[in-house]
């Protein structure tokens, strides 16, 4: 079990694509007290069960990631899912939508999101729009 490294790339990219100072005292410690990505990725498999996935973009973003870690951990992790992103994809003609984003269909549903692009209230706005679309 190793510490990852912390990708100097990717804290410039945190801040300008998501506004998250990586510099701050609060994230330098969260990132400092963070267990190594295989116990993670045990936790939240164990955590899932054979629970369905729901996330948006999850197919092309998340899943990569999750499976990614697992197969490294030698976890086995085939979770069925569903896509709310590629689900409004197929929607969006019909809905005369601009565009599927997660933080635009969230004010087209009038989902309050606070803090987009970050994990607790994307996944919030999220639930959100999985139930709006279940409703069309």
Known sequence: ETKPQINQDAVRLMKQVHGIDMEATQYSKLLSDIPPVDVVIRQ?????????LVGHNIKSSDLHYITTAA????????NKFFD????AKTLKEQQNWENVKLEYLSKVFGITQNEAHRAWCDAEANVGVYFKLKEL
Do not use: K, M, Q
């Not at 939240?44 to 369905?52: C, L, Y």
């Not at 197969?71 to 085939?78: H, L, Q």
């Not at 709310?84 to 689900?87: K, M, P, R, S």
């Open 71 to 78: 197969n490294r951990a030698g976890v086995a992790f085939e």
């Open 44 to 52: 939240f498999a164990e955590f899932v069960g054979d629970s369905i």
């Open 84 to 87: 709310t992103y590629l689900y």
